[in-house]
């Protein structure tokens, strides 16, 4: 494999010919030399090319490279004269692979992060969409590398499921009946049995059910895939198709799940710093300043405990300055999980025990009769980043919540059956993938932390 501008850049001058492959990012020509940034996107920032135009003595050729060019250069590394780099490419020839004409979309000036989100298909060639991208990458990895280290195994759930329980958020249906004239039943309803599963299917909106049925077989498992749901919302947090981070631990308690929770956290944090240096150091600069030093924050710091009633109690002291007010009961909402982290515990912070009202019917019930042992991670400047839970592992008590949330009992007679067979404790969480991507760069828009975002009323390329 050839040499990528990233690794050309760490070695040092040197005789050898070198040949390197990329696409001009800019050009700036005078009167006897001629400089190119050239990039590959490996690292963001390029390789200077320097040409002395009386030796290259090419006019034409070098009048034709213009931004956005395919090219091969071939030459020597030497010192660089500049300060910005340590070296650059002395050029002895030059190919152009492919041209560029005038109307590349992509020109020198900024552009604003809207007009890139319209080119998508060329978008990662600009250094914050490329820096992203490779930084979404090495948080995957790390992500992998993290839960496969510790021996969890990586379980892939469905993507189409047809048992509508999870209960988590607005689905997409999945259909191959004629829309135009579905088949109906005798009451006019449409007749699902005619339909390609012979049932109701949708797209997943979140793999933790499923993922809890092989946790309880294999002890310890994640899950790292798409999901999908049909929020209208528009907001800058949330996409149509995400991709979701689910480890479920059997024999596990909440506090747990919680200490799993927080060394994962910084765990992923610490690999992007380390390994990912230059593209966070261009967003620290370019995107949000201070970036850097918040994630070393939560790095060191250890998190911080609450109850949610706790959390309810700090809260309702400055009730006056909140949009929304709280009481015991309420949902806590972004304003109020700032607050938490930055001003009450000025750390991260993970608040436990929830009332049963605004949770999801697994969580394992309190014995006060009120609360479950659901668990949010906060961090500054976001809020939540983590939500998770230990699952009701009693029979009873999860039929018993199925039936007062008026749920559909048959639809969950696999997962209630896991409560009848060797049932044992056993937590999880679930990490969005897009918005630990958009933690760490920065990036404020979810939809430009991933490659084709996809949301209300847009899913283009
Ligand atoms: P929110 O209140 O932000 O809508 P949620 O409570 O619906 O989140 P969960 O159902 O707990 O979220 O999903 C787990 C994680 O998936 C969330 O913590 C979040 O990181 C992420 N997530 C949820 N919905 C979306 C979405 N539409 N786009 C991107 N990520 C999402
Ligand atoms: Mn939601």
Redesign the pocket.
Same mark, same amino acid.
């Given at each position: 494999m050839k040499e990528r501008i990233k690794e050309i850049l760490s070695r040092g001058p040197s005789e050898e010919v070198l040949v390197v492959d990329g696409w001009v990012r800019t050009k700036r020509d005078s009167k006897n030399v001629c400089f190119l940034e050239v990039n590959d996107g490996s690292v963001v920032k390029g390789l200077q090319v320097v040409i002395d135009k009386a030796s290259f003595n090419n006019d034409e050729l070098l009048s034709s490279v213009t931004t956005g060019t395919a090219v091969e250069c071939t030459g020597r590394l030497v010192a660089s004269q500049g300060g910005a780099q340590s070296v650059e490419l002395a050029l002895s020839k030059l190919d152009v692979v492919g041209p560029c004409p005038a109307d590349y979309p992509l020109q020198k000036k900024r552009h604003s992060i809207e007009f890139l989100r319209e080119i998508a298909h060329l978008r990662g060639r600009t250094n914050m969409i490329g820096a992203a991208m490779r930084v979404r990458s090495s948080l995957a990895y790390a992500i992998h590398s993290y839960f496969q280290d510790r021996g969890f195994t990586y379980i892939n759930t469905p993507l189409i499921t047809t048992s509508d329980c999870e209960g988590? $958020?607005e689905t997409f249906q999945v259909t191959t009946l004629d829309l135009e004239a579905p088949p109906r039943k005798e009451d006019g309803s449409v007749d699902y049995s005619k339909d390609f599963f012979g049932k109701k299917a949708s797209l997943t909106? *979140?793999g933790q059910l499923e993922g809890e049925t092989y946790a309880l077989a294999l002890r310890d498992i994640y899950t790292f895939g798409p999901?999908f @749901?049909a =929020?209208n *919302?528009n907001?800058t @947090?949330? &996409?149509?198709e995400?991709w979701?981070v =689910?480890p479920e631990m059997a024999f596990c308690d909440l506090d747990g799940d919680a200490e799993v929770a927080e060394d994962f956290l910084k765990h992923i944090f610490s690999y992007v710093l380390e390994h990912c240096s230059s593209d966070m150091d261009f967003f620290d600069s370019f995107v949000l300043k201070g970036n850097i030093d918040t994630l070393r924050h939560v790095i060191e710091t250890p998190f911080a405990r609450m109850t949610y009633t706790d959390a309810i109690a700090e809260l309702e002291k400055v009730n006056s300055r909140f949009e929304f007010p709280v009481h015991w009961g309420s949902d806590i909402q972004t304003e109020h999980e700032k607050f938490l982290t930055e001003e009450v515990c000025h750390s991260p912070v993970i608040v436990t025990d929830y009332p049963k009202e605004i949770k999801?019917f697994y969580m394992k019930q309190n014995d006060d009769g009120r609360t479950v042992r659901g668990m949010?991670v906060l961090v500054p400047r976001l809020g =939540? !980043?983590? $939500?998770g839970s230990e699952r009701e592992a009693d029979y009873d008590k999860l039929l018993g919540r199925i039936r007062e949330l008026g749920l559909e009992e048959k639809d969950y007679w696999w997962y209630l059956e896991t409560r009848r067979f060797g049932s044992v404790p056993h937590s999880g969480f $679930? &990490? $969005?993938? =897009? @918005?630990?991507v958009q933690y760490v760069t920065g990036i404020a828009n !979810?939809r430009d932390v991933i490659p084709y975002p996809r949301y209300v009323k847009s899913a283009e390329f």
């Amino acid at each position: 494999m050839k040499e990528r501008i990233k690794e050309i850049l760490s070695r040092g001058p040197s005789e050898e010919v070198l040949v390197v492959d990329g696409w001009v990012r800019t050009k700036r020509d005078s009167k006897n030399v001629c400089f190119l940034e050239v990039n590959d996107g490996s690292v963001v920032k390029g390789l200077q090319v320097v040409i002395d135009k009386a030796s290259f003595n090419n006019d034409e050729l070098l009048s034709s490279v213009t931004t956005g060019t395919a090219v091969e250069c071939t030459g020597r590394l030497v010192a660089s004269q500049g300060g910005a780099q340590s070296v650059e490419l002395a050029l002895s020839k030059l190919d152009v692979v492919g041209p560029c004409p005038a109307d590349y979309p992509l020109q020198k000036k900024r552009h604003s992060i809207e007009f890139l989100r319209e080119i998508a298909h060329l978008r990662g060639r600009t250094n914050m969409i490329g820096a992203a991208m490779r930084v979404r990458s090495s948080l995957a990895y790390a992500i992998h590398s993290y839960f496969q280290d510790r021996g969890f195994t990586y379980i892939n759930t469905p993507l189409i499921t047809t048992s509508d329980c999870e209960g988590a $958020g607005e689905t997409f249906q999945v259909t191959t009946l004629d829309l135009e004239a579905p088949p109906r039943k005798e009451d006019g309803s449409v007749d699902y049995s005619k339909d390609f599963f012979g049932k109701k299917a949708s797209l997943t909106v *979140s793999g933790q059910l499923e993922g809890e049925t092989y946790a309880l077989a294999l002890r310890d498992i994640y899950t790292f895939g798409p999901t999908f @749901r049909a =929020e209208n *919302s528009n907001t800058t @947090r949330h &996409l149509a198709e995400f991709w979701m981070v =689910e480890p479920e631990m059997a024999f596990c308690d909440l506090d747990g799940d919680a200490e799993v929770a927080e060394d994962f956290l910084k765990h992923i944090f610490s690999y992007v710093l380390e390994h990912c240096s230059s593209d966070m150091d261009f967003f620290d600069s370019f995107v949000l300043k201070g970036n850097i030093d918040t994630l070393r924050h939560v790095i060191e710091t250890p998190f911080a405990r609450m109850t949610y009633t706790d959390a309810i109690a700090e809260l309702e002291k400055v009730n006056s300055r909140f949009e929304f007010p709280v009481h015991w009961g309420s949902d806590i909402q972004t304003e109020h999980e700032k607050f938490l982290t930055e001003e009450v515990c000025h750390s991260p912070v993970i608040v436990t025990d929830y009332p049963k009202e605004i949770k999801a019917f697994y969580m394992k019930q309190n014995d006060d009769g009120r609360t479950v042992r659901g668990m949010d991670v906060l961090v500054p400047r976001l809020g =939540e !980043i983590i $939500g998770g839970s230990e699952r009701e592992a009693d029979y009873d008590k999860l039929l018993g919540r199925i039936r007062e949330l008026g749920l559909e009992e048959k639809d969950y007679w696999w997962y209630l059956e896991t409560r009848r067979f060797g049932s044992v404790p056993h937590s999880g969480f $679930g &990490l $969005g993938f =897009e @918005r630990a991507v958009q933690y760490v760069t920065g990036i404020a828009n !979810i939809r430009d932390v991933i490659p084709y975002p996809r949301y209300v009323k847009s899913a283009e390329f």
